[in-house]
RNA sequence: GGGGACGUAGUUCAGUUGGUUAGAACGCUGCCCUGUCACGGCAGAGGCCGCGGGUUCGAGUCCCGUCGUCCCCGCCA
């Protein structure tokens, strides 16, 4: 028979007793999380997001209530009337913070049952992922589970409160609102009242915010759910929060000092310092010497050995003069075995490009001169992992003519990406036995901040034979390169920056287009006809007209910034609900198909086989 | 769209070269135990080996397909 809660209030959480409560009545409610039956004395430990306390059961001071707790099974919730008691030298247990007390039960209340859970959120190994998200409430009351999900709520409420005090408002945009299809996929919501018309979840609120500068609140932001339809890794889930914002009059500098404020006080409230400000470098600076947009600070940078080796060594070795060679360094990993060299080939395997030296000792044998300069170089310990990457020749024969394609760079960022790939590859592979991320102790305590800025304005996209914008198409380009617009679109750059952290991407922003007449040739440089401009942003277009002032932004993804802090491997750790690759929600087993008649109602047909 | 890993008891896993009745740990059920705390001891229940085909005298094991989970490439303005 299971009891009624009736009056009984709690008076301490689970994790709350000490010793100086000793003697006082506690009342305490939570989840059986073990028993410990030794016949006539049983324990229970009683749990709740705070901790667990024992509770002891004795057969000789109280036989009912003693055959009363037999029933208790694990996960069932309880309410428990009690006294404190200081345990005794040899009953304590240091491994708890109220292991120095025990709940003496007078009263015992079964508020529920629990049927067998298909996994106790006591145990030490975890189930797999798929159980977890099926019986996610079981999941998150395991006490990782519940730190993260705490751990965000903190970090949530620290940047709120930050940028409000930086005299940001937060201003609520549509869920509902306007396919604008370029760039991710849509989800689309279809209108009933408008059978045949559809609602787009938004990508980012970005015209919105956009707008609300144009509409005087100057300073904007929101902690907002962002909606996109494309495949999932680790760190992507259709569904995402974003910190978003957005300021007037603002030139790049200035959005950068905000957003290392409101993160300074974020990583506060995580108990962690961090250094601002972040040092800053160039997008040509990060492939160069990275190999990649958002490099990994954390390791050392990739070395251009430019005239290490002599002509003729090059020649012997197959290589041109004029393609890049650069060394990749991984400290401490030391030289790779046979297989080990075998086993780096997948690590940049499709991009094809790149010539790889995987065996420098090899080298080491054959150019001892160059070997050395090339050593001396990157700064090389003896024990360190030195890997060169070269340009296939190949490569310097799809260089593209005049069919109005880019030209390859001079740097050939095929190379670079090619090395960048393998460099974090190797990091990755060897992290755990070499320790090569280790720098300062605890790896994942090691925050290394970046911006990485002046990113190019277009990227040619080869499938639609035509240029795209990199960042979005309402980003302003440098002032000077406004003249290369329409002569050398590849060269324009952006006045676009990301924020990189440990070499993930948490944000990108940009100042904006605040004028017409500027939006105007970027949609024409995109291949865009003005009808086809009108067609798509024609509310957005007209709204630039009436006084806008110079505005940029950015948004930063709040799930990576927990999932680095809390040191996850997956966003789906710092997620309450989150789905899996294939987009499912294995929780509530959502999508599902829907009745005939909601189909009807809204003017929709489903095409079957 | 492509590549890879995995799928055996409620859970985590083992399962030899294809060969008798598919095992272990935890969990679960019952009994014993008054100081345990991942309690201990004894006994027990629990299996469509993801699913569907195939090869074979014989398949958890080999082959094909399919479904699911995870990781990566493409994709993610």
Known sequence: ???????????????????????????????????????????????????????????????RLHEKARQLRNEYVIAVIGTVMKRDGKTINKN?????????????????ESKQPPFLPSETVLPNEEMRLKYRYIDLRREAMQRNILLRHSLAIAIRNNLSAQGFFEIETPFMTRSTPEGARDYLVPSRVQPGSFYALPQSPQLFKQILMISGFDKYFQIVRCFRDEDLRADRQPEFTQIDLEMSYARPERVWEVVEEFLTAAFKAAGHDIKTPFPRMTYDEAIRRYGSDKPDLRLPAMTDLGDAFAKEDLAALGLSPKLPIVALRIPKVGELSRKERDDIKPLFNGKGRAKVF???????????????????????????LIVLVAGADAAAGSKSGGDGKPEATPHDHAVYTAAGLLRLGLAQKYAERHRAFERTGDPARDFRFLWVTDFPMFEYDEEGQRWA??????????????????????AVRALAYDTVLNGTEL????????????????????????????????FFLEALEYGT???????????????????????????PFPKTARAVDLMVDAPTPVSEAQLKELGIMIRRG
């Open 549 to 575: 002032p110079p505005h940029g932004g950015i948004a930063l993804g709040l799930d990576r910034i927990v999932m680095i802090i809390a040191g996850a491997e997956s966003l789906r750790e710092v997620i």
């Open 507 to 538: 944000g990108s922003g940009s100042i904006r287009i605040h004028r017409q007449d500027i939006q105007r040739r970027i949609f024409r440089a995109l291949g865009m006809t003005e009808e086809e401009a009108r067609q798509r942003f024609g």
């Open 1 to 63: 028979m299971l009891d009624f809660l009736g009056d009984l209030e709690r008076t301490h959480l689970c994790g709350a007793l000490r010793v100086s409560d000793s003697g006082r009545k506690a009342v305490l409610m939570g989840w059986v999380n073990r028993r410990r039956d030794l016949g006539n004395l049983l324990f229970i430990d009683i749990r709740d997001r705070t901790g667990v306390t024992q509770i002891v059961f004795d057969e000789e001071s109280n036989p």
């Open 469 to 490: 914008a990199a960042h979005h198409p309402f980003t302003s380009p440098h002032e000077q390169d406004l003249e290369k617009l329409e002569s050398d679109p590849g």
């Open 96 to 112: 708890i913070a109220t292991g120095e007390v025990e709940l003496v039960a007078q009263e015992l209340r079964i508020l529920n």
């Open 358 to 384: 995987e065996d420098f000792k090899r080298l080491e044998k054959s150019f001892p001169q160059a070997a050395a300069r090339v050593r001396e170089r990157c700064g090389a310990a003896s024990d360190d």
